[in-house]
C-alpha cells in the first residue's frame, strides 16, 4: 500500500510499503477513506519529537472501512464504517476505566522508552514515534487498530466523512480544552492559537456556555475564521499588545481560564523574544520554545485555569512558577482522552450544534501530502486544515 | 512502574544533596564535555589529534557527544546516580578504545601521538575517578561479591488469586519473561533454560522454597547449579478499588562481577530492565489477554530503552 513515510526532519515521503496485519486478537484493519494532517504531525515534521526512525508511516486522523478484525472483536464486523481515536487504549486498566484513554497503562509496548524522557509512559498514539508505542499511522491506505473493540466508533448513518473525521482529534480535543475552564455563566475564555485546535476549541467554550470567548494569533484569516464560525473576538498578536487588550476586554480581571492551542513551536511578536527562545532550543538546552504558555499563565485571572491542549515535549525555559502558584491558578494538560468524548460529541454534530468541517481549506489526495505538509506548515494559501483521500 | 536496586540509599537525592563532591563533579564533567563534543566536534577532534574528518566529528557528535550529555543529565536527575557513573565507566573504555585506534593510526605523526596520548592519559585519569566514584555509588551494597539484586513492581486490575495461579504455572512463565526460553516442570522441581548475556545459554534446576496461595511464591535454584538464582514474587491487594500490587524481588550471579555488569547495561541487557519488561508483559496478559506488540515492537515490550532493536514503524512485510 501507500504510505506517508517520516524520513528525517523537515522530510515526507510517499512510499510503497506492506499492508498491515493483525498481529493482536484484539486488532482490526482498517481501509481509510479520509485522513488528515494535524499541528502536532508538524511536531515530528519539525523534529521536535524524539524517537522517530526513518520509515515511520505518520498520521494519527483517519476514518475507514473494517476490512478484517482480529478473533477477539465482538463489536465490530467487516463494512462497518468507523472514526479511529488517536490514542491507542485497552479499555481494561484502571486508567482507561476511569477515562483517561491517553494514559493507558498497556498501550505503549515501548513504555520503558517514554518512561526514561517523561518518567512515566502515557499511551501508545498511532504514527506518533516510537516512545509512544512504534505504531504506524493513518495517512495510508489501511491501518491496523489495535483494541479495535475499545476506540473506533460506528458511524451508522449517512453523515459525510468530512463531517465526522475530526472526532478522531482535534475536535475532542479542542472540546476538552474547553472542558478544562470549568466554564461558569459570564465567564471569558481566552484562547491562544486559532489553528484546527484552536477553532474547536472556541466552538466548544461557546457550547459550554462561555459569556465571551477571545482569541489570540498572527494570521488575520484564522482569526477571521473563529470569527465569523464562531463569535470569538479576536487579537492579532503582532498588531496589539496582547496583555492591554486582555486587561480592557475583561475589566482589569483578566480571562477567567485562559486555554493553550498553541503548543511548542510558538512564535513571537518580537524578534529578540523569539531567537532568545530558538537559540536555546538549536542549543538542546530546551526543546520547547513556550511563549503561548508563558503568556497564559501571567494574563489569566488570579485563582484561574490554565488549560494546556497545546503538545509540549520536553523541557522549558523561563516557566512563570511564581505566577501559577502566588496567584493560585489551576494547571491542566493532557492528550485528549478521546475515546471519552466520541459518542456525545457526534450527538452534538447530529443535533446540529457544530458542523466541523468548517476548518477544512485544503482536500489533496494522499499522494500530495508532502505538498500539504509544506502547505500547512507554512501557513501558505489560507491554509487550517488537509483532508487527504488516499 | 519503578524498578529498585536494591542495597541502594533510598533517598530520592542527586549527588550532590549527598556531599558527594567527586559524583557531583563528574556530573558537571559529563555535561561539560558532552556539550562541547556536540557543539564543536571540530575543535573537540583537534585537541584529540584525530583528523577533523566527517565521520571523526560524527562521532564526536553522537558517540561521545551525546553519550557524556545523557551520562551527565543522569547523574543528577537520575534517583540512582551511581547507575550512570557505571555508564560513564562504559563510555571510558569506548573513549579509551577509539584513542588507542588513533595512536595506532597516528603512531608515526609525532605531534599528532603526542596529544593522542595526552588524551588517553586524561581519559585513563578520569576513568580512574569514575570507578571510584561509581564504587561508591553502587560498589559492593548494589552488587555484592558476585551476586546482584533487581526489583520491579506493578499493579494489575486483577485479584491476587488470579496473578498467583497464573505466575505459579511456571511452565507458562516464557509467555512473558522473554529471557527464558522454557521451563519443564517435574515432581517438584523445575528446569530452566534461558539466555544469558551476549547470545549465551544458561540452564539451571529449580525448586519453590516458600509458597503461600494468594500471596507469595519463592524459588532459587537447587545447590549445585552453574547459575545461582533466587526469586521472589508477592501478590498484595492495592488500595481502594486498584487491583493487586505484584512485586519481584531477584538474585542472580552475575557473570563477571561488577565489570559484566556494567557492560552489560550498555547493550540493554540490564537485568533488572529485563524484569520491569516482564513485568508489563505479565500486567497486558492478565488485564488484556495478550502481550501487546506495535510495528516497532513487533514481539512487545522488550528492550525498549533503546531505539535500536526497534523496526520503523512501518507494517511488517
Ligand atoms: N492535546 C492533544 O490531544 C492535541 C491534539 C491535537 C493537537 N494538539 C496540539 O495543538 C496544537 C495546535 O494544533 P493545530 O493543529 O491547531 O496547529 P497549527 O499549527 O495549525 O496552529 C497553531 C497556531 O498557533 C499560532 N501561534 C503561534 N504562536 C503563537 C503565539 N505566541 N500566540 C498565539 N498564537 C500563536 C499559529 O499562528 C497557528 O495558527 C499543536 O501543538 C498540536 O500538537 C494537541
Ligand atoms: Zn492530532
Ligand atoms: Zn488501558
Known sequence: MRANCWLGRGEVEI??????????????????????????????????????????????????????????????????RVVVPFPIACGRCNTCLAGDFSLCENSNPNAALAEKILGHAPAGIFGYSHMLGGFPGGQAEYARVPFADVGPIKIEDDLPDERVLFLSDILPTGYMGAEFCDITPGDVIAVWGAGPVGQFAVASAFLLGAERVIVIDRFPYR??????????????YEETDVREALLELTGGRGPDACIDAVGLEAHHASPAAYS????????????????????????????????????????????????????????????????????????RIRGGEI???????????????????????????????????? | MRILDDGQTRANEGPAARGDRLGTALGWFSVGLGTAEIATPGAITRIVGVDNSATNRLISRTLCGARELAAGIGI??????????????????????????????????????ARLLFATGSVIGVTVLDVIAARRHVGPRH???????????????????????????????????????????????????????????????????????????????????????????????????????????????????????????LFGEEPSQQITDDLRRFKQLMETGEVVRSEGSPTGARNAVHLLGQHPAQPLG
Not at chain 1, 499541528?39 to 524517537?51: A, E, I, K, R, Y
Request: with cysteine; charged share 25%.
Open chain 1, 223 to 236: 482569526l477571521e475564521m473563529a470569527r465569523d464560525n464562531s463569535g470569538a473576538q479576536t487579537l492579532n
Open chain 2, 143 to 265: 552488587v555484592s561479591g558476585h551476586t546482584a539484586r533487581a526489583r520491579a513492581t506493578t499493579t494489575v486490575r486483577r485479584t491476587p488469586e488470579d496473578l498467583y495461579r497464573r505466575w505459579h504455572d511456571f511452565d507458562a512463565l516464557p509467555t512473558f519473561m522473554y529471557h527464558l526460553d522454557s521451563v519443564h516442570t517435574t515432581n517438584g522441581t523445575s528446569h530452566w533454560k534461558a539466555k544469558g548475556p551476549a547470545g549465551t545459554k544458561i540452564e539451571w534446576d529449580a525448586e519453590i522454597v516458600d509458597d503461600r496461595p494468594d500471596e507469595l511464591i519463592a524459588w532459587r535454584s537447587v545447590k549445585g547449579s552453574k547459575v545461582h538464582n533466587a526469586g521472589t514474587v508477592r501478590f498484595l491487594p492495592a488500595p481502594g478499588d486498584r487491583g493487586t500490587e505484584v512485586h519481584v524481588d531477584l538474585q542472580y550471579d552475575i557473570p563477571g562481577g561488577t565489570p559484566g555488569y556494567a557492560v552489560a547495561k
Open chain 2, 76 to 113: 543528577f536527575g537520575d534517583e540512582r546516580p551511581g547507575r550512570w557513573l557505571w555508564g560513564r565507566v562504559g563510555g571510558d573504555a569506548i573513549d579509551l578504545s577509539l584513542l588507542t585506534a588513533g595512536v595506532y593510526r597516528h603512531r608515526h605523526e609525532p605531534t599528532r601521538l
Open chain 1, 15 to 80: 512510499q510503497e510499503v506492506p499492508d498491515p496485519k493483525i498481529l493482536n486478537s484484539r486488532d482490526a484493519i482498517v481501509r481509510i477513506s479520509k485522513t488528515a494532517i494535524c499541528g502536532s504531525d508538524l511536531h515530528l515534521f519539525n523534529g521536535f519529537v524524539p524517537t522517530m526512525m526513518k520509515g515511520d508511516v505518520l498520521g494519527h486522523e483517519f476514518m475507514g472501512e473494517v476490512v478484517e478484525v482480529g478473533h477477539d472483536v465482538e463489536t465490530l464486523r467487516i463494512g462497518d
Open chain 1, 276 to 347: 532568545y527562545d530558538r537559540a536555546k532550543q538549536v542549543a538542546r538546552l530546551e526543546t520547547d520554545r513556550p511563549f503561548a504558555l508563558r503568556e497564559a499563565i501571567r494574563n489569566c485571572k488570579n485563582g484561574g485555569i490554565v488549560s494546556v491542549i497545546g503538545v509540549y515535549g520536553g523541557f522549558v525555559d523561563k516557566f512563570p512558577m511564581g505566577s501559577l502558584m502566588n496567584r493560585g491558578l489551576t494547571l491542566r494538560a493532557g492528550q485528549c482522552h478521546v475515546q471519552r468524548y466520541l459518542r456525545p460529541l457526534l450527538d
Open chain 1, 355 to 390: 458542523d466541523p468541517s468548517f476548518v477544512i481549506t485544503h482536500r489533496l489526495n494522499l499522494d500530495d501530502a508532502p505538498e500539504g505538509f509544506a502547505t500547512f506548515k507554512n501557513k501558505e494559501d489560507e491554509c487550517v486544515k488537509v483532508v487527504l483521500t488516499p
